[in-house]
């Protein structure tokens, strides 16, 4: 999709449940999720793809320090709005001007997929964090055919760090509906 294309989603991102996690149940799953695999608060994480800032919100309650990038003005706007306390950019995610080396996570979730060489991406992604930091990625392969399965995002993972955990996401309550397509977390600590 096209920064326009993303421009014109902005206003009603929100809307699906796994975008604004607006229900109370969906959001405390995403946040006991994400921080069971975190280290502990006050962590600096670069929420690669934030979109309207949701996850960004999340962390921010939970202690973490957050810069969110999107290369959506109007995601950025709206993120502004619900995460005023963050620092965002915008910026592609494939070249995330942010400072290398200064992160201790790089989370991202349905972006890895989207780049045009998802390699090269990650190997960036890696170059952004503290010695010792984690990556934390949120992935899938849809019915409609696009994405990343387990499969090749592990061997992605694999060609730059030491080791992965895939953990299958397939739960209704991270979607606020039944899935038949796979989805799934991907944690790298080294």
Not at 19 to 41: F, N
Not at 85 to 111: I, M, N, Q
């Amino acid at each position: 999709m096209t920064q326009d294309s993303w421009d014109g989603e902005a206003s009603s991102f929100d809307d699906e449940p796994d975008h604004g996690l607006g229900a109370p149940a969906i959001r405390a799953a995403w946040r006991d999720l994400l921080v069971s695999v975190l280290p502990a608060a006050p962590a600096l994480i670069a929420d690669l793809g934030c979109g309207t800032g949701t996850l960004t919100r999340l962390l921010t309650d939970e202690g973490y320090t957050v810069d969110g990038l999107d290369f959506s003005p109007a995601m950025i706007e709206r993120a502004r709005t619900k995460v005023p306390e963050a620092r965002f950019v915008v910026g592609d995610a494939g070249a995330p001007p942010l400072t290398a080396g200064a992160y201790d996570v790089v989370l991202s979730r349905h972006v890895l997929w989207a780049m045009e060489a998802p390699a090269a991406a990650f190997a960036t992604w890696v170059g952004l964090l503290k010695p010792g930091g984690m990556v934390v990625l949120v992935e899938g392969s849809w019915s409609t055919g696009a994405g990343l399965t387990a499969a090749q995002t592990q061997e992605i993972v694999l060609s730059i760090r030491a080791e992965v955990q895939i953990t299958p996401l397939a739960q209704a309550i991270y979607w606020g509906k039944a899935i038949g397509d796979e989805r799934f977390m991907a944690v790298s600590r080294r």
